[in-house]
């Protein structure tokens, strides 16, 4: 599959009610960024996408951020300081394992789904929604 055909295929329906599912829970923030441009370095350009959308003003620094490059079939996720006292690099490197082989089977909005659930639960344990919590950033799925 191509990155077009990758970028067609993904249920944004599907991905944005996992991130309202997921945010349900918590105050933590998810987002999914889809660039179809070709990237060499997922990671420094998740970081780029991350200040330009502003995610790094949650009132407790708790976003998380998903970016996906298909044409360079590579992806990022990188996430606040304040999630990151909690969730230490083996976590995020299951989460990475676990994307890269649902993207190789082809199941590309399931594995995107699956990681939110599995961020959203570990966000839940530490920033539970409260009662007055508001959603501090939009649910869709980004793409340029």
Not at 71 to 82: C, L, M, Q, T, Y
Not at 88 to 116: M, N, P
Request: hydrophobic fraction near 45%; charge should be negative.
């Amino acid at each position: 599959m191509n990155a077009d055909q990758f970028i067609a295929t993904i249920e944004d329906e599907q991905v944005i009610r996992a991130i309202q599912s997921a945010e349900a829970r918590t105050s933590g923030e998810l987002r999914v960024f889809v660039t179809d441009k070709f990237v060499e370095d997922p990671l420094a350009e998740a970081w780029k996408t991350f200040a330009r959308l502003n995610m790094q003003e949650t009132a407790q620094r708790n976003a998380v951020l998903l970016f996906v490059g298909p044409k360079a079939r590579k992806f990022a996720i990188v996430a606040d300081e304040g999630i990151h006292r909690f969730c230490k690099e083996a976590f995020w490197g299951q989460l990475a394992q676990q994307l890269s082989e649902g993207f190789k089977a082809g199941d590309y909005t399931g594995s995107l789904v699956r990681l939110i659930e599995d961020i959203g639960r570990e966000l839940a344990a530490h920033f539970p929604r409260s009662e007055n919590d508001v959603n501090e950033l939009p649910d869709e799925v980004l793409r340029d």
